[in-house]
């Protein structure tokens, strides 16, 4: 493929992204919908008129077997990635915790064992530190919450 080539393949992608994006909106801000604001952004709109037409967009030349992967927990990582803001709550279980860096995000720790033991719940004072879910080498035991916890996992563990 020349570098003209793509440049055109990189500007049609681009506008056709551009035409669902912009359609979708338009038809959620449109007075031709007549309906409350409640009901016209409802994350059920959102996904008909602008999530599902780029999903289609983006695998429209995928096979059923490459979209089914892609969905699937297939190479979770296994461990969350959110990176703190200042001001986050952040989460420390005391007994399980090997130092006091090893903190979860919310989502995590209400999804873990951890919300059952003594804790401590704090503002995060810095930008940029990260949550520890799935992390061995943060904590005692249960290191992985329900979120991330992989169904890949049970079938290869022993027994």
């Not at 064992?113 to 992390?135: F, L, W």
Request: glycine residues 6%.
């Amino acid at each position: 493929m020349t570098t003209q080539n793509l440049l055109q393949y990189c500007d049609s992608v681009s506008k056709e992204l551009n035409e669902i994006i912009y359609g979708g909106v338009v038809q959620l801000l449109s007075n031709e919908h007549r309906k409350l604001n409640s009901e016209r952004f409802k994350p059920s709109s959102a996904l008909k008129l602008v999530i599902k037409p780029l999903k289609e967009f983006i695998f429209e030349n995928s096979s059923h077997e490459f979209i089914q992967l892609f969905n699937s927990d297939a190479g979770r990582l296994g461990m969350c990635c959110k990176l703190f803001k200042e001001g986050d709550m952040i989460f420390r279980c005391i007994p399980c915790s090997l130092d006091p860096t090893c903190v979860m995000c919310e989502d995590c720790f209400i999804s873990s064992t951890h919300i059952s033991h003594p804790y401590k719940m704090v503002p995060c004072s810095v930008e940029g530190g990260c949550c520890d879910c799935g992390d061995e080498d943060a904590w005692n035991s249960d290191a992985v919450c329900t979120i991330h916890h992989s169904s890949e996992e049970e079938k290869n563990s022993p027994g």
